[in-house]
């Protein structure tokens, strides 16, 4: 089955950075568009970023258009999210999510499968 594993998370100052990691298992990944979801504490799970199977197309949500990067190495099975300028408000738990188009989506119930998540807590 495929797995995604997520890394790259932790505790970072408000303004810094971090690059999150996805490692995607099986032989299908580049057929796969990947998307960067959010889940604050309460709240439900919200599309961040997402880029299409040959990482020709991104598409990101407009808070971080600008501050944030979405890419993937295909023949490594794996994306990245680098995350910039960081606020307080995006602390949550980022999971990393794949489906079987080479569109990209901004719906999480389209996208087959996901990661356990990881955590990132911006701190004032």
């Known amino acids: 089955q495929v797995q995604l594993v997520e890394s790259g998370g932790g505790l970072v100052q408000a303004g810094g950075s971090l690059r999150l990691s996805c490692a995607v298992s099986g032989r299908a990944f580049s057929g796969y568009a990947m998307g960067w979801f959010r889940q604050a504490p309460g709240k439900e799970r919200a599309f961040v970023a997402a880029?299409?199977?040959?990482?020709?197309?991104?598409y990101f949500l407009d808070s971080v258009k600008g501050r944030f990067t979405i890419s993937r190495e295909n023949a490594k099975n794996t994306v990245y999210l680098q995350m910039n300028s960081l606020k307080t408000e995006k602390t949550g738990v980022y999971y990393c999510?794949?489906?079987?188009?080479?569109?990209?989506?901004?719906?999480?119930?389209?996208?087959?499968?996901w990661g356990q998540g990881t955590q990132v807590t911006v701190s004032s």
């Open positions: 999510a794949a489906r079987k188009e080479q569109l990209i989506n901004v719906v999480p119930i389209e996208y087959e499968y």
């Open positions: 880029i299409s199977t040959s990482g020709g197309s991104t």
